[in-house]
């Protein structure tokens, strides 16, 4: 199993038969000729959704319901909380702490979360009625995943957060089975994914926080 950090929140994974491509926005694709091609985006946000997916060779399109576009035929519209059939793919959605939905996928021989944009927001602005509704919001939606079988989650590492950057993958290594963690959303702030790793990886160490240096960085995981 290949995953590929394209930019920003945009990460591919590439198994037996599937290549999926969750919230391009630009960057480099190595789209093979042989496999399904599969383009998520969570939620309507520039840094999430560009109309030019629809340029690209796909099978087929996700996209939340929020987005709103004209897609091709082959596309199927998502909301939270629902779960599809795609080829012989399982998709199940979450909400988010934001737009959009958080997605579960499971296929041949791999399963993944990508959250999108559900993450513990923490900003200057909020009262601390507002950041306790925060906690119990995206807990309880993260808490959705906690008895699907994982390999692969892919979540919010914010530098805008401040001292509470670790907040999401924090939550989510506590309460999910994956094996693998990739940090996204860090706004090219590479050194925090370093720094999410060095806090957690010696607490966790049945898991593996991946980090990312830099744009199209390539990762061969053995599922």
Known sequence: MKITFVKHSCYTVESKNYYLVFDYIGGELNIPKDKKVIFFSTHRHADHFIEEIFELKADYYVLSDDIETNPPENTLIVSPDNEYNLFDLLIKTTGSTDEG??????????????????????WDRYTKEDRDHMKVWFESEVDKFKDLDVDVVMMVVDPRMKDSYDLTGKYFLENTSAKYYFPMHMWEDFNLSQKFK???????????????????QEFDLKI
Not at 101 to 122: C, E, P, T
Not at 206 to 216: A, L, P, R, Y
């Open 198 to 216: 060095d806090k957690y990886q010696d607490k966790f160490k049945d898991k593996i926080i991946m980090t990312v240096e830099h744009d199209n």
């Open 101 to 122: 939905v958080a997605f579960y996928v499971k296929g041949d021989d791999f399963s993944v979360i990508h959250a999108g944009d559900l993450n513990h927001w923490v």
